[in-house]
Every structure is written in C-alpha cells, then in structure tokens.
C-alpha cells in the first residue's frame, strides 16, 4: 500500500492479497485462484493466442478510493524459460546429465510448440488472403458487368436520341 504521508510503499501488509484469473483466446478459464501478499502461479494453456490475466485486490474499494495505491510486480516467463531447473534437480534428485536432458527435452517440445503456432497462424492468413481474393474477383467481374451494361444503356440512348431527332 502506499503511504501518503511518507510517500513511499509500505512492505507486505497482512491480510492484502490477490485474486488471479486467466483466461485462455477462447473466454475459458484456466487459473482461478486466491493468493496473498506475495506469490507465484503458472499455468500451461493449450490454446495459442492472446491470453487475459486479471489481477483484483481483495482491498476495500473504500480504500482505493479514498486515494490507496497498490504495487504490483508481475514477471511473465513463457515456455522453458519458466521451469526452474535447480529447483526440478533438486526435488526429483536428478543428475547433472538428467536435468540437462530435460532441459533440452523442454526446448524441443517448446520449438514443437512454437511450429504449430506458426502453422495456426499460416493457415488463418492463407483463409483470409483466399477470402480477400476472392472477394476482389467478385467485386472486379460486378464493375465489368456494369461497365458493360452502361455502354449498351448509353448505346441505345444515342440512338434513340438521333433517331428522334431524325440524324439517322
């Protein structure tokens, strides 16, 4: 919380906490938790695209309004770079090799990862781009198909007209 007197943010206060919610591309949730001052969550989604995270305070809103600030410090690791390996070796008693396997077993799957990505994200362009061309096919046969139609409307005007007036 900040304190208005000595301008600064306090340490941890007790009983300030977080509530933590993501939310896959899809609107599903996939993390729907309560944590307090401090605190750390992961979550593997298998959907790719833009995820939502909201953050809420369990503060009293009387609080924020009344002129409170909270500080809050969200660090995102994404893929591999998220699993801490010391922490793996050590719980899981794994060799220097082992742990090394894994790491290197992690960044396969997260380049497999990475491939169907760009394999969703080539395909909906190739869909669009095709949708596009074919919507400027439609529109360029519908300006030719007018074109046409007005040259025979004037066609037939003119000679009409100088039929009319008796010049033909």
Same mark, same amino acid.
């Given at each position: 919380m900040w304190d208005k007197h000595k301008e600064v943010f306090l340490p941890s206060t007790p009983g300030l906490g977080m509530h933590v919610? *993501?939310?896959d591309p899809e609107g599903k949730v996939v993390l729907s938790r309560q944590y307090g001052s401090e /605190? %750390?969550?992961t979550f593997t989604s298998h959907t790719p695209g833009d995820h939502q995270i909201c953050l809420h305070s369990n503060s009293t809103r009387m609080a924020l309004f009344a002129? /409170? %600030? $909270? %500080? *809050?410090?969200?660090?995102i690791q994404v893929g591999?770079?998220?699993n801490n390996y010391p922490e793996i070796a050590a719980k899981d008693k794994l060799t220097e090799l082992q742990l090394r396997a894994r790491q290197? $077993?992690?960044q396969v799957e997260q380049i497999q990862k990475e491939q169907d990505y760009q394999r969703y994200r080539e395909e909906r362009f190739r869909l669009t781009s095709?949708?596009?061309n074919q919507r400027v096919l439609w529109w360029s046969i519908a300006q030719t198909v007018i074109l046409i139609l007005t040259g025979i409307w004037q066609m037939r005007h003119l000679k009409s007209f100088f039929e009319a007036k008796k010049l033909v």
């Open positions: 919610e *993501v939310k /605190g %750390r969550f002129g /409170g %600030r $909270l %500080r *809050v410090h969200l660090d591999e770079h998220a290197l $077993l992690d095709e949708s596009t």
